[in-house]
């Protein structure tokens, strides 16, 4: 029953994703950010959305370590199966073509290449599938390194990977034309990697993390209006603090909506 529990969780966490997903495309593609005044109160509702929704892809990084973390090659246990990535590659593959043929049909006038089309990992058609299928080849030495983990050595690492890959990357003043660490402000298969870290931790450890509620409601709300403010008042360029706060806000944010449904 209690894990029947956590696996409705899991999913409402994807559908809630997936809608803050397109709220982030419909306030970026709609240009309603870039057309509206900076200070304004449309341009701070629209930041504000965006803000909220800034890391919804990751969260499916941080499931992907939460439901994935125990699998191995070979050996007792679930079984983890390279294989499973041919059926994700074809979805991929059946929208990439469809869509170009479709807009070189309809919408002649729109540059789209068939040869990007057609190889959509190749072309980096879509940034995600990319990094994720960078990472998912690792997940079972990922899990062996898990295995042989102590739950000490396990909170090291996750704080070393805190303090390298979010906080000194959030300091970094030139993230745009200097990517410190490879994470290219979260879209990379090194920055799943790290969160695929954080799921696994949920799923292990998530028992015994003793923090309210409250705590986690607080921290999401402040990592979101925090860039807002920012944007709207300070002079910082607004989507470079939110790429940047992304590093520190992905870690604290999201774990939100996973821990407190775990105990």
């Not at 495309?25 to 109160?41: A, D, P, Q, T």
């Not at 941080?62 to 070979?74: F, H, P, R």
Request: charge should be positive.
């Amino acid at each position: 029953m209690n894990g029947t529990k956590r696996l409705q969780w899991i999913e409402l966490l994807r559908i809630t994703a997936m809608i803050m997903v397109i709220v982030i495309h419909i306030c970026f593609k709609s240009r309603v950010i870039y057309s509206s005044e900076v200070g304004s109160v449309k341009f701070f509702l629209a930041w504000l959305l965006e803000s909220f929704s800034f890391c919804a892809v990751n969260c499916y990084a941080l499931i992907t370590g939460y439901v994935m973390v125990g699998k191995k090659l070979s050996g007792d246990g679930s079984r983890f199966r390279y294989s499973k990535i041919i059926p994700l590659w074809l979805q991929v593959f059946y929208y990439s073509v469809i869509i170009t043929v479709l807009f070189k049909i309809f919408m002649p006038r729109v540059n789209s290449s068939l040869v990007a089309g057609f190889t959509p990992l190749l072309s980096s058609q879509y940034w995600y599938f990319n990094a994720y299928f960078g990472m998912f080849f690792f997940i079972p030495f990922i899990n062996k390194l898990i295995d042989a983990m102590t739950k000490k050595e396990f909170i090291m690492l996750l704080s070393l990977m805190f303090v390298i890959f979010s906080f000194i990357a959030f300091m970094s003043l030139n993230a745009e034309e200097n990517d410190l660490f490879g994470t290219v402000s979260g879209h990379s298969s090194v920055w799943l990697m790290i969160l695929y870290f954080y799921g696994a931790f949920i799923r292990l450890y998530g028992n015994d993390i003793k923090i309210r509620k409250r705590v986690w409601a607080a921290l999401y709300i402040a990592c979101s209006v925090i860039p807002t403010l920012c944007s709207n008042f300070i002079d910082i360029q607004a989507k470079k603090l939110m790429e940047n706060f992304c590093m520190i806000q992905i870690m604290g944010e999201k774990l939100l909506c996973i821990l407190p449904r775990l105990r």
